[in-house]
């Protein structure tokens, strides 16, 4: 129960994390912002309703604002800063503006001069790259693809080069067919991460490659329910081969100088890195 007292806010839009899963996963500040807000934007009235009787948060004025509305919604939402009230913008679940609706709303406030300030919070996509056991320190969090087959399939293809490990969110009804393309376009060697209901009961995180992605949705149906981050791991780093003329000259400097001093020669008159004739001439030393 929230206990925290409600002490007057300054005039703001204050978007407000909200738990994905557990109710439990939220901070004492949102809690203490929930509770003095004047007025509390939310994308579904009925959820922040029970998220605010859970924490013992009394009734406040709740005003809808969701993707359909939310246009009209920030106009309110500005009037109503100018009338100087304090504003908690919260969706269902997890960080507003973040493949859900806000993003217009705190564009519109910023452009009318007023603050917008975070409070962080849960967040789906950062909790499944922490558990995911991908140890490439970046990312790209691309969020949903598109419904349709041949678009979803396009909009990889921009990013089957990218060495960075792919975050998607996907529904239980597109979950398969969204797999199948991402098998399709990016090859099955890559490793990919289920990361499914997370923080509620029936969370559960599984890794394999995505030529095995599809035989394990299919060996159980409840591997397809809930909602879904997809961790993709990003592009191998390209195999460069070696070209004729070039291993030729290596070879000639290796017969004549230290493997150091002939790779940092070849290095200089050809246009492979060091590195990569390193390794080489460590492969052509051992055939010897």
């Known amino acids: 129960m929230h206990n925290g007292q409600n002490q007057k806010l300054e005039c703001a839009l204050y978007v407000v994390a909200t738990p994905i899963g557990n109710l439990r996963d939220i901070s004492l500040r949102a809690l203490d912002v929930l509770a003095a807000a004047d007025v509390i934007a ?3 009235t009925r959820n922040t309703a029970h998220l605010l009787t ?16 939310e246009r009209g919604a920030a106009e309110k939402v500005v009037a109503l800063l100018t009338q100087g009230l304090s504003v908690a913008l919260v969706t269902d679940a997890g960080t507003p503006a973040i493949s859900d609706p806000g993003a217009l709303l705190v564009e519109a406030v910023r452009n009318a001069g007023h603050r917008a300030i975070p409070i962080p919070g849960a967040s789906a996509v950062l909790a499944a790259l922490s558990a995911s056991g991908l140890s490439v ?38 979950i398969l067919e969204c797999v199948a393309d991402l098998q399709t376009t990016l090859g099955g060697e890559r490793q990919i991460v289920f990361a499914r ?9 599984h890794a394999c490659t995505l030529g095995e992605a599809l035989n394990w949705l299919n060996e159980n149906t409840n591997n397809q329910r809930g909602e879904f981050v997809l961790l993709v791991s990003g592009a191998p780093e390209r195999q460069e081969d070696i070209d004729a003329e070039t291993e030729r000259m290596l070879q000639i400097l290796l017969n004549e100088l230290p493997l150091k001093q002939a790779v940092q ?10 590195n990569k004739l390193y390794q080489h001439a460590l492969l052509l030393t051992q055939q010897e």
Do not use: M, W
Not at 197 to 205: A, D, M, R
Not at 265 to 274: C, D, H, I, V
């Open 42 to 44: 939310a994308e579904d």
């Open 54 to 69: 859970h924490h013992g948060i009394t009734a406040h004025r709740l005003l809808a604002l969701h993707r359909h509305n």
């Open 137 to 174: 320190p970046h990312f790209l969090f691309y969020g949903f693809l598109p419904n349709k087959s041949t678009a979803r399939c396009s909009e990889l293809q921009h990013l089957v080069a990218l060495p960075y490990t792919l975050v998607f969110y996907e529904a239980p009804h597109r």
């Open 197 to 205: 209901e997370i923080s509620k009961l029936f969370e559960n995180i």
């Open 265 to 274: 020669l070849a290095a200089k008159l050809g246009n492979y890195s060091r």
